[in-house]
């Protein structure tokens, strides 16, 4: 199956093409040419299935057997290699904890597949040299990128964040490693981050000199696994005998990866009713919702600092998904919220339920209760664990929060870190020096 890029349709790539360079040559991301669709006995079967079988299952179909089956197969399970467990609140609200991966973040998954897939490709080109990673991250994406790379062998890993804005435990999950890590911390935004990324894959001299690829959600493949938690909960609802004929996901957004991957779902024949779409204050895919214009804007910066995104990378794929802004309100209902409306989610949520949010997972938690209509079933998907804002959160329930194993390894590290300014000649000079010497 090829991939075409969403600037240019008749640009295309194969699937290893599209993996291996993240980024198409003329600035635009790869979509499939189509997303096959499942059998209905296919969904009818999926309650009876594990979790790594059904990864494998959705795999096999969206990848179309481009990846051998037993290859792919190890990818699967040993990305899967931790629960996804859906849990129903004292309110009755489900909520999809997508946290419980090595760095306890959702992207554990895709960056964890992304990163086997991306070592099998190199694994059949001994003749390439040293794939670097490049990753701009406001948190959670730096972090678990560069624990499923880390010390992988023929991969550097570049991992840039905003200075002052991403939170020490957070930052300590990447800056700590050392090795085939190196954390870049950048003079500027978020959004100064990602230019920088973007720049250097357009830079001629930069891709001559080294082979580069990302590991954030503009490669295609962390979009595959991130498919598989909305078909499981589908899956755990059903075993649970709960009528699915109206389910709703509500998603916590920022670059819109997660959004665009239940798109992906629901075209391959997972029955959703709508998505929600909730943000931040950095509310850019929610004001394109309400007016049809899409304008990004500087960051701001929030509590929740993985929604803070001010031009959300996937909005292309959205569109080659949905198409026309009538289409797309059809299928996604926008919210957004502020650092008080968070704050007072997670307070009364933790008051009256006995459940704990953190900030990115109570947008969710939030939408979904104002949103359901009488007759829907309603998931939210926690995308972090609370204790990886433990002062924030600790501030906000006045209650101490105890830290999980995944995270105490990380207190009182060594940070190994690179300074620069917001300036692409500064990180080109920086990545050049690292591979000429």
């Known amino acids: 199956m090829l991939y075409y890029s969403t600037t240019n349709p008749n640009h295309t790539a194969t699937l290893e093409q599209a993996v291996t360079r993240a980024l198409a040559a003329d600035g635009g991301l790869y979509v499939p040419q189509r997303l096959p669709r499942l059998p209905r006995a296919f969904l009818r079967n999926m309650s009876a299935m594990s979790l790594p079988e059904l990864g494998y299952a959705i795999a096999a179909y969206a990848l179309n057997s481009d990846v051998p089956a037993d290859v792919l197969r190890d990818i699967v399970t040993d990305t899967l290699n931790f629960d996804i467990p859906l849990v129903r609140t004292a309110g009755g609200n489900y909520v999809l904890e997508l946290f419980h991966g090595p760095t306890m973040a ?12 991306l070592n099998y490709y190199r694994s059949r080109h001994p003749e390439w040299r040293m794939l670097n990673v490049l990753v701009p991250t406001s948190g959670d994406t730096g ?3 560069a624990n499923s790379f880390h010390d992988m062998p023929g991969v550097n890993v570049y991992v840039l964040y905003p200075r002052g804005a991403v939170p020490l435990i957070q930052r300590a999950q990447f800056a700590s490693l050392g090795g085939n890590v190196t954390a870049v911390e950048v003079n500027g935004s978020f959004d100064d981050c990602k230019r920088l990324v973007e720049r ?32 499981w909960a589908y899956a755990q609802l059903s075993k649970l005998k709960v009528d699915t004929d109206n389910l709703v996901f509500a998603v916590p957004c920022s670059n819109l990866g997660n959004l665009a991957s239940g798109l992906m779902a629901q075209a391959m024949g997972l029955p959703v009713k709508r998505f929600i779409s909730v943000e931040n204050q950095n509310n850019i895919f929610y004001n394109y919702v309400k007016t049809g214009v899409f304008t990004p804007k500087p960051t701001q910066y929030s509590i929740a600092p993985a929604l803070d995104a001010g031009s959300p990378t996937n909005f ?12 797309i309100c059809r299928h996604i209902h926008a919210y957004s919220y502020d650092d008080n409306q968070i704050i007072e989610t997670i307070r009364q949520t933790y008051r009256d339920e006995h459940y704990l949010l953190d900030p990115h997972s109570a947008v969710a938690y939030r939408a979904l209760a104002e949103d359901l209509q009488p007759g829907e079933i309603g998931v939210s998907l926690a995308t972090a664990h609370p204790a990886k804002l433990k002062s924030l959160m600790e501030g906000i329930i006045a209650e101490p929060m105890p830290m999980p194993e995944q995270l105490t390894r990380f207190i009182n590290s060594d940070l190994h870190v690179k300074k ?16 000429l010497g």
């Open 316 to 327: 292309g794929r959205i569109v080659e998904l949905l198409g026309s802004h009538e289409n």
């Open 200 to 231: 250097a894959f357009l830079d001629k001299e930069l891709n001559e000199a080294m082979r580069l690829t990302s590991a954030t959600s503009i490669n295609y493949a962390r979009l595959v696994p991130q498919m598989f938690y909305y078909f």
């Open 420 to 435: 620069m300014s917001n300036g692409f000649t500064s990180f080109k000079r920086l990545l050049l020096h690292d591979t």
């Open 143 to 145: 972090s678990s990128v």
């Open 106 to 117: 959702f992207k554990d998954v895709g960056t964890r597949f992304m990163a086997r897939l």
